[in-house]
């Protein structure tokens, strides 16, 4: 099976500047999250929707981030403006169902802010 | 919701030993207990994964054991090699949430 794309890859901003990344789960795939995580840390969870729903986003500093999932596929994840400590990689990955299934994560986009 | 405490933080061996890592967890009714391994620069990537009904779960090198009784289940690396250097997680799970912790970092010597 297609595993999890995300793009792009790599992504280097100024401050204040905004950016957006996308994630394609796996196909039939109903959870998706997003988590940032930066070098030295584990990941640390954004948000995370169950088809087009929000379960979480307790963690997602609104003022700036703002993440959709439209059609309960594909999501984006979009900062607005960018801040230095928002340098990290930020990580899509899919489940089956919920939690109690196994993630699968895509390679990563490694952002940074200068 | 779910509270897991996983140890050690960090763990040595030299190649050919063994590597333990035990987490703990308070909520009982947890019933999926997945090991994440992520290397250096790379995504996490599931392991192996024991849900309750199961104890032990073996496959080559690694296995998990599940002690429900005592709510802990453990990581066991045996044989080690140099590709197993990475960091490993036992997320928690809080109701429908699903973050990861520090995790342990395992360092494999040659």
């Known amino acids: 099976e297609a595993g999890v794309a995300q793009s792009p890859r790599y992504k280097i901003i100024e401050k204040r500047q905004s950016v957006a990344f996308w994630c394609n789960p796996i196909s039939g795939h109903a959870t998706l999250y997003w988590y940032q995580q930066i070098l030295g840390q584990g990941p640390k969870l954004l948000i995370q929707f169950q088809n087009n729903g929000v379960v979480d986003d307790s963690q997602l500093p609104k003022d700036r981030f703002s993440a959709e999932r439209l059609k309960g596929v594909d999501s984006t994840l979009k900062i607005q403006p960018a801040k230095l400590e928002d340098s990290a990689v930020y990580l899509c990955?899919?489940?089956?169902?919920?939690?109690?299934?196994?993630?699968?994560f895509g390679n990563g986009t490694r952002l940074t802010v200068t | 919701g779910e509270n897991v405490e996983q140890h050690p933080s960090t763990l040595s061996v030299q190649e050919g030993d063994s590597a333990v890592i035990k987490c703990t967890y308070s909520?009982?009714?947890?019933?999926?207990f997945p090991w994440y391994k992520q290397e250096l620069g790379k995504r996490p990537q599931l392991i192996i994964d024991i849900r309750s009904n199961v104890g032990e779960k073996k496959d080559q090198r690694i296995a998990v054991t599940l002690n429900k009784t005592a709510k802990h289940f453990s990581l066991h690396i045996t044989e080690t090699q140099p590709e197993d250097s990475a960091v490993y997680f036992c997320p928690p799970r809080s109701d429908y949430k699903l973050s990861f912790g520090a995790g342990t970092t395992v360092t494999v010597r040659a």
């Open positions: 909520d009982s009714a947890s019933n999926y």
């Open positions: 990955a899919s489940s089956l169902e919920n939690v109690n299934s196994p993630l699968h």
